[in-house]
């Protein structure tokens, strides 16, 4: 089976972390585009392009202005965009945040771990499974 490339779109404020993604994808082996945006604000400013919608985005939830929480539930009020799986990426272990994000209809939360090796092999099972679910384009 051909997996798909991915369009995704990460939403991450801290740059090293987004480094730390471009690296685990070159690591990998895959191909996946990466849009960046470094807090909600931008991210909602890219999604308005509706013609250019990312088949999934990855969200962390501490952010400078909309939090993640808060970028969350504007998204899926949006009646085209709230069908993009949209998967946690953060260090929160919090039980409140995981109750918050599931009941705003997240499709996964992945805590960050701490070593990088652990971290390539997050992110390798999270675009496998991505790139061969069905996606529904609204």
């Not at 997996?3 to 730390?20: C, F, Q, S």
């Not at 499709?107 to 061969?132: D, F, H, N, Q």
Request: aromatic fraction near 6%; proline fraction near 3%.
């Amino acid at each position: 089976m051909k997996a798909r490339k991915l369009k995704v779109l990460l939403i991450e404020d801290d740059t090293i972390e987004v480094m730390k993604m471009h690296r685990a994808l070159s690591t990998l082996k895959e191909d996946h585009s990466i849009i960046e945006a470094n807090n909600g604000e931008m991210a909602l400013s890219i999604l308005e392009k509706k013609d250019q919608l990312p088949d999934i985005i990855l969200l962390d939830l501490n952010m400078p202005k909309i939090n993640g929480i808060e970028f969350l539930s504007i998204l899926k009020k949006d009646d085209r965009l709230k069908y993009i799986p949209t998967v946690i990426l953060t260090t929160s272990n919090n039980q409140r945040d995981l109750l918050a994000c599931y009941n705003l209809g997240i499709a996964g939360y992945v805590l960050k771990p701490l070593t990088y090796e652990e971290y390539v092999e997050k992110i390798s099972r999270l675009m496998s499974y991505w790139s061969i679910n069905e996606l529904f384009i609204a």
